[in-house]
């Protein structure tokens, strides 16, 4: 069985750019989660889908953050314009039940 | 909400020995403690879990313990090897939510 899919793994851009990371969840699962994870931290929700639907977007910084979920499978989060503390890693999740999550391996963003 | 600490944040033993990862949590409602494994480069990755209702579960090498009362779980690690060596988090979530909330995570070296 094929995991979370990532792209790209790795992204540099310069500050006031914007950026876009692509997820593609495990087939079947239905819920796909956005993580923040910071050097030396815990990953941090950013938003939640069921489905199509933005179920839990309470931790996305909305002003700058955007993202969505056509037809309910693949996902992309957007950054625009980024800022230097947006450097980070972002991790796409996904889940069948609400307890077992199947992590990507991760954007890792730097912000020049 | 939900708060999660975790300690040591490093944590270094010899092959052959023992490794404890202790976590506290704060919502008394949490109900389902999850605990991951990330290696460099890739997403965490689960690797055992316990339910409110069980005080201790055990896989192998690995067993996770949960005091309900002291809000307290601890991830226990016997006869560790090279391998072993990641990033281990502690997490927490209510039943039926989907809002996991992670520790700031253990560096555990396995020195051979």
């Known amino acids: 069985e094929a995991g979370v899919v990532q792209s790209p793994r790795y992204k540099i851009i310069e500050k006031k750019q914007p950026v876009a990371f692509w997820c593609n969840p495990i087939?079947?699962?239905?819920?796909l989660y956005w993580y923040l994870q910071n050097l030396g931290q815990g990953p941090e929700l950013l938003i939640r889908?069921?489905?199509?639907?933005?179920?839990?977007d309470s931790q996305l910084p909305k002003d700058r953050f955007s993202a969505e979920r056509l037809k309910g499978v693949d996902s992309t989060l957007k950054i625009q314009p980024a800022e230097l503390g947006d450097s980070a890693v972002y991790l796409c999740?996904?889940?069948?039940?609400?307890?077992?999550?199947?992590f990507g391996p991760g954007t890792r963003l730097t912000v020049t | 909400g939900e708060n999660v600490e975790q300690h040591p944040s490093t944590l270094s033993v010899q092959e052959g020995d023992s490794a404890v990862i202790k976590c506290t949590y704060s919502?008394?409602?949490?109900?389902?403690f999850p605990w991951y494994k990330q290696e460099l480069g890739k997403g965490p990755q689960l690797i055992i879990d316990?339910?409110?209702?069980?005080g201790e579960k055990k896989d192998q090498r690995i067993a996770v313990t949960l005091n309900k009362t002291a809000k307290h779980f601890s991830l226990h690690i016997t006869e560790t090897q090279p391998e072993d060596s990641a990033v281990y988090f502690c997490?927490?979530?209510?039943?039926?939510?989907?809002?996991?909330?992670f520790g700031a995570g253990t560096r555990l070296f396995v020195k051979a």
């Open positions: 999740a996904s889940s069948v039940t609400p307890n077992e999550q199947y």
């Open positions: 087939s079947g699962h239905n819920t």
């Open positions: 889908y069921e489905n199509e639907e933005a179920v839990d």
């Open positions: 919502d008394s409602a949490s109900n389902y």
């Open positions: 316990i339910r409110s209702n069980v």
């Open positions: 997490a927490a979530s209510k039943n039926g939510g989907f809002k996991t909330i």
